[in-house]
């Protein structure tokens, strides 16, 4: 306890910039994500998506962000080990916030798409196993984490695959692309008006007072689908035929599925920046509870606005000065996108998102953006793809937990060593 009389002020503000540093992180490389697809087919520019994204990502961090988060993130390490000693979990949580902040920063610079969630885990795990005990740990948890970088790719790869195909048999290859398209778009309205309704209502906004069930919200997104499909209707029957090829057609219609994926990549936008900024002002968020109670150590610690606001300056702050390496990335390197598979794409990883949130299955929305621009690349062949990028990123994912914790562990003795323990 004296630790934290003594040095609380201190180590509050080396966590707060560990916090802004791990934010920028995540506005560098997690945020591009959601936005790679809408650069990468040509809906929208480079300069276009950071703007939007800034909008939609800072909203959802701060507006739904959460009044009261889990000290502990995702539950894998048990607070009541540190009771006696709650220095110990500041320097942790500085150490995974600095260790966090630092791959994240190589994996952007190398425009690697990483989960920001895995890193941060990953940290907290490597401090926790090796500077407090391995029974610290919920491995339980961590093996369902780690289980997760295969089911969301799988899920989302699958999923855009048979989307985009359908695209390309029901509109795209028909003698008559427009015709097609006032009868199918519709039924693509309707799926993306009731994922959106589903991101917001489920991962979006559960921190503003909304208690909001599972199967409630299926109710209300299903309803707010069928109002957009009506409106959507009327505003695709309006689209007139002026072109002289089945090539021009296309064209048309593709201009149709851009304004769907920007749709799609706003509310996923939103929904990441009210989930994930947890990531980055959870531990800081944590080391503030423990520091302003004077040492106590709880489960769950209040958000207070401040937080908040730095983790959306931080999200901004990184999105703008570096985002474009990663969206280039998702947008180009692993495959060719236009606005329909680029669609396809977006709307799988949000739809996998909604699922995995209704089975409580923990999935990295970087994971399933690039397992669904996998999977509409899939549906052009193999060759389609770059397969060298592929490894490079599924390497990336596999070097994530280990580069998280080494780098955690390393900041955890350094601190504890300059300010001791009581």
């Known amino acids: 306890m004296l630790i934290i009389e003594n040095y609380g002020f201190i180590l509050l503000v080396i966590a707060a910039l560990c916090g802004l540093f791990m934010a920028w992180g995540v506005g560098a490389n997690d945020v591009a994500n959601a936005m790679g697809t809408s650069v990468g087919s040509k809906a929208i520019t480079i300069k276009q998506a950071i703007i939007i994204a800034m909008i939609f990502e800072c909203a959802g961090a701060y507006l739904a962000g959460g009044e009261v988060t889990s000290t502990i993130r995702k539950g894998i390490i048990d607070p009541g080990l540190l009771v006696d000693q709650p220095e110990l979990l500041v320097y942790g949580m500085i150490s995974s916030l ?18 920001t969630t895995h890193t941060i885990v990953g940290a907290i795990v490597g401090f926790a196993a090796v500077g407090i005990s391995t029974d610290a740990v919920n491995w339980g948890k961590v093996v369902e984490i780690a289980a997760s970088w295969v089911i969301s790719p799988l899920l989302a790869g699958a999923l855009a695959f048979v989307l985009y195909m359908s695209v390309r048999k029901f509109i795209l290859n028909t003698a008559k692309p427009i015709r097609s398209a006032k009868r199918g778009v519709p039924v693509y309205i309707f799926l993306v008006g009731f994922v959106i309704s589903m991101v917001s209502l489920v991962k979006g906004l559960k921190h503003v007072g909304l208690d909001i069930g599972f199967q409630e919200a299926i109710f209300y997104a299903l309803a707010i689908a069928f109002l957009l499909t009506i409106i959507g209707s009327v505003m695709v029957s309006r689209i007139k035929s002026h072109a002289r090829s089945v090539h021009e057609e296309i064209i048309s219609v593709e201009r149709v599925f851009g304004v769907l994926m920007l749709f799609t990549a706003c509310a996923m936008a939103f929904a990441h920046g009210s989930n994930d900024v947890a990531n980055a002002i959870g531990p800081l968020a944590a080391v503030n509870s423990v520091i302003s109670s004077g040492g106590v150590v709880a489960q769950e610690a209040l958000m ?3 937080l908040l606001l730095l983790g959306a300056a931080g999200i901004a702050l990184g999105l703008v000065t570096y985002g474009y390496r990663v969206i280039q990335t998702v947008g180009t390197s692993i495959t060719e996108l236009t606005p329909s598979s680029g669609f396809a794409a977006t709307f799988a990883s949000a739809a996998t998102v909604v699922f995995a949130s209704g089975a409580s299955i923990p999935v990295s929305t970087t994971h399933t953006l690039v397992g669904g621009v996998l999977g509409v690349g899939l549906a052009h062949g193999l060759a389609a793809l770059n397969l060298r990028m592929v490894g490079t990123i599924f390497t990336s994912w596999i070097v994530t937990l280990p580069a998280g914790a080494l780098l955690s562990i390393f900041f955890f003795f350094f601190l504890k060593g300059i300010f001791g323990v009581s």
């Open 304 to 306: 207070p606005s401040w």
């Open 98 to 115: 600095l260790a966090a902040g630092i791959w994240l920063l190589v994996a952007t610079t190398f425009g690697w798409p990483v989960s």
